[in-house]
C-alpha cells in the first residue's frame, strides 16, 4: 500500500509564509509527476502547482511568484513553499502523486502498478 502524508499547514498572517510538505511511503518504485491542490470551502479542488521527475514546474497563475514547488526524489518527498499569503490562499491543500508501486515478484520476474494517489490533506488558513 502506498500513503502520502502532508504536513506543514496552520494559520498565517496575511503577508505571511509556510512551507508545506508530502511524504511518500510503501512499495514505491518509482514516483512520476506529483501536485499540490487546493480547495476552499464551497469551491472545487484546482490545481497550484505540479512538478514532473525531471523538475519541470508548472503553476496556477493565481501563485506565480509567490510559491514554489519543488522535490526530493531519494526521499520521496515534495515541497510547496508559499510565500506573500493572502487570504484568499485560505483552503485545504492535497499532495497528488503518479506513482509506479511495485506489486510482487523480483528481478525480471517483478510487476509493477500504476496509482494516482491523494492525500488526507493539510489546512492552510491566512487570516488576521
Known amino acids: 500500500q502506498v500513503q502520502l502524508v502532508e504536513s506543514g499547514g496552520g494559520l498565517v498572517q496575511p503577508g505571511g509564509s509556510l512551507r508545506l510538505s508530502c511524504a511518500a511511503s510503501?512499495?514505491?518504485?518509482?514516483?512520476?509527476?506529483t501536485g499540490w491542490y487546493r480547495q476552499a470551502p464551497g469551491k472545487e479542488r484546482d490545481l497550484v502547482a505540479s512538478i514532473t521527475r525531471g523538475g519541470s514546474t508548472n503553476y496556477a497563475d493565481s501563485v506565480k511568484g509567490r510559491f514554489t514547488i519543488s522535490r526530493d526524489n531519494a526521499d520521496n518527498t515534495v515541497y510547496l513553499q508559499m510565500n506573500s499569503l493572502e487570504p484568499e490562499d485560505t483552503a485545504v491543500y492535497y499532495c497528488?502523486?503518479?506513482?509506479?508501486?511495485?506489486?510482487?515478484?523480483?528481478?525480471?520476474?517483478?510487476?509493477?502498478?500504476?496509482?494516482?494517489?491523494w492525500g488526507q490533506g493539510t489546512l492552510v488558513t491566512v487570516s488576521s
Open positions: 497528488n502523486a503518479d506513482i509506479l508501486t511495485v506489486v510482487g515478484g523480483i528481478g525480471r520476474g517483478t510487476t509493477y502498478r500504476r496509482l494516482e494517489v
Open positions: 510503501g512499495s514505491i518504485f518509482r514516483i512520476d509527476a
